[in-house]
Each structure stands twice: as structure tokens, then as C-alpha cells.
């Protein structure tokens, strides 16, 4: 689907212990999202970047960071994993952000127990 | 900041035309309206996006209000594949797509 993989696709964790994933494109789009997806809440974006090494906060970026030393990978981190960040995760891509199409990868489930 | 008010559900039958409303008063006269679907456990899936004229394209067509504070998402023959959750979207100050709940689509055989 648009040339974006996400990985991994489900994962359980512990409270407290840190957390990776990763998002990998083929379409070399400038843009890349993270967003969390909780019933009742919809989609939230946590964290954009609009190029290698350059990264912005969304609204719901508390307790995540992120990076991007490749055009083609963003990598989302919780650095000690918490019980309210038990959600499904989205990466998107896309070129121009307002003008452009956002393809996004089938997301990741993430459970912290 | 980038508010769109949409319908929570609608029923359509299959095989019938159905229109997907949308609000958003407080939108500015250069961003986009994206419309994006999300089927049962699948990330969403881009749909249409216009900013004064109506579009078309093989998925669906994209009605807009004259003075662009509402739209309309037109499917002209429903299937049972295009129950889903329909979202309208316009960027936010950062250029990001802010979602909001959507209008759950359901389609009956």
C-alpha cells in the first residue's frame, strides 16, 4: 500500500520499559506522521517530521519522541511505556501537506500491561 | 482549530447514491478539504480532496459550498465495500490533518 511498512504490527509491553516503532516508506516523501487511534478520540497526530532530522510535536506528543535520520524511516520511541499509551498506531506519508494525499501504512497495535 | 462538524452515522442502501455532509464554517480561504475513509481495522484510505470547485474522481465526487463553509462527499452507488467511516478534514496551522470522529457509513444489501 504506497510503499509504507509498519513494524511491528503488534506488540505487548510492560509498563515502564522503552518501545520502538518503525515506520519505513519507498515513495521518498518529504512528510512523515505518527498517529495514535483511541476509541472516542479518533485520530491524534503525536509527531511530524517534514525531512530528515527535522521533527515538530503534534498534539498529543507528551511521553513520545521520535527521529529521522533517513528520508526513508521514522522511528517512534516511548521511552518508558505507560498503560495509557495502549492504543493503535499510525504512520502516514505524503508530499505537500496541504495539498497532498496522505497514504498511511495498516498501523500498529501496541498493548503496555 | 480546523473544526469540521459531520453527521456520527448514516445508512445508505446499496447500489443508491449517498451524500456525506460537512461543516466547516471556520475554515480560511486557502486550505483544502480532504475527505478519508477508514475501513474496519485498515489505516485510512484517502478519498478526494478540493478547494473551490467540485471534484471528481473514480472514487467519488466532492461537492463544495459556494462560500466553502460546508461540502459534500457524493458516492454515487454505494457497495457493501464502502461502509466505513468517512472523516472531512482541513489542515491545521501546522499543515497537519486534524481528524476528527467522522460519520460512521453503514450500507445495507
Known amino acids: 500500500d504506497a510503499g509504507i511498512t509498519q513494524s511491528p504490527r503488534h506488540k505487548v509491553t510492560e509498563t515502564g520499559t522503552p518501545v520502538t516503532l518503525r515506520c519505513h516508506q519507498t515513495?521518498?516523501?518529504?512528510?512523515m506522521y505518527w498517529y495514535r487511534q483511541d476509541p472516542g478520540h479518533g485520530l491524534r497526530l503525536i509527531h511530524y517530521?517534514?525531512?530528515?532530522?527535522?521533527?515538530d510535536k503534534g498534539e498529543v506528543s507528551d511521553g513520545y519522541s521520535v527521529s529521522r535520520s533517513k528520508t526513508e524511516d521514522f522511528l517512534l520511541t516511548l521511552e518508558s511505556a505507560t498503560s495509557s499509551q495502549t492504543s493503535v498506531y499510525f504512520c502516514?506519508?505524503?508530499?505537500?501537506?496541504?495539498?497532498?494525499?496522505?497514504?498511511f501504512g495498516n498501523g500498529t497495535r501496541l498493548t503496555v500491561t | 482549530d480546523a473544526k469540521t462538524t459531520q453527521p456520527n452515522s448514516m445508512e445508505s442502501n446499496e447500489e443508491e447514491p449517498v451524500h456525506l455532509p460537512c461543516n466547516h464554517s471556520?475554515?480560511?480561504?486557502?486550505?483544502?478539504i480532504h475527505w478519508y475513509r477508514q475501513l474496519p481495522s485498515q489505516g485510512p484510505e484517502y478519498v478526494i480532496h478540493?478547494?473551490?470547485s467540485n471534484v471528481n474522481n473514480r472514487m467519488a465526487s466532492l461537492a463544495i459550498a459556494e462560500d466553502r463553509k460546508s461540502s459534500t462527499l457524493i458516492l454515487h452507488r454505494a457497495t457493501l465495500r464502502d461502509a466505513a467511516v468517512y472523516y472531512c478534514?482541513?489542515?491545521?496551522?501546522?499543515?497537519?490533518?486534524?481528524f476528527g470522529k467522522g460519520t460512521k457509513l453503514s450500507v445495507k444489501p
Open positions: 502516514a506519508i505524503g508530499g505537500d501537506p496541504y495539498n497532498s494525499p496522505l497514504h
Open positions: 478534514i482541513w489542515s491545521g496551522s501546522q499543515g497537519n490533518l486534524i
Open positions: 515513495e521518498n516523501h518529504r512528510y
Open positions: 478540493g478547494l473551490t
Open positions: 471556520t475554515i480560511s480561504g486557502t486550505d483544502y
Open positions: 517530521s517534514y525531512g530528515v532530522k527535522d521533527t
